[in-house]
């Protein structure tokens, strides 16, 4: 009975090695908890008869803690004393809904004061001259 199925080896970046040699169709479960925090390549080959597919595709991992710093950008020129506000937390892994950063204090943006003070202002104009003795 002839084989309808490929066979698959996956490698990770530069690694003689496989990771894993499948038969298709099949799940895997990618660990990346065994990888370091960065940019990876998962290449794939597959082998079907005499024939070779290959898919390369390229990933970032980010186990580690996010850390999250306000008053510091990349390239940003700077001078004098600077008040940094840093914070470190994990991503909670377990939980299947997340809003990312959302345990991180942050400044309010101007632009949300600026909306505030506006509808505040309108707000007064609008109560003086409609409610006036």
């Known amino acids: 009975m002839p084989e ?3 066979l698959v080896l996956l490698y990770i970046d530069d690694e003689s090695n496989p990771v894993a040699e499948l038969q ?9 908890t065994k990888l370091t925090d960065g940019f990876h390549t998962l290449k794939i080959v597959s082998k079907f008869d005499r024939k070779e597919g290959v898919k390369v595709i390229n990933f ?7 850390i999250h710093i306000e008053g510091l950008s990349d390239n ?4 004098g004393t600077l008040p940094l506000m840093l914070n470190a937390y994990d991503t909670g892994r ?3 809904f997340i809003i990312k950063g959302s345990e991180n204090p942050r400044t309010i943006p101007v632009w949300v004061w600026v ?8 707000a007064a104009f609008y ?5 006036s003795l």
């Open 76 to 79: 940003e020129t700077v001078s």
């Open 94 to 96: 377990n939980q299947s």
């Open 115 to 122: 909306i505030a003070l506006v509808f505040v202002a309108w």
């Open 60 to 66: 970032s991992v980010r186990n580690g803690p996010i």
């Open 127 to 131: 109560l003086v001259t409609n409610f």
């Open 4 to 6: 309808h199925n490929a």
């Open 24 to 32: 298709t169709p099949v799940i895997f479960n990618l660990d990346t």
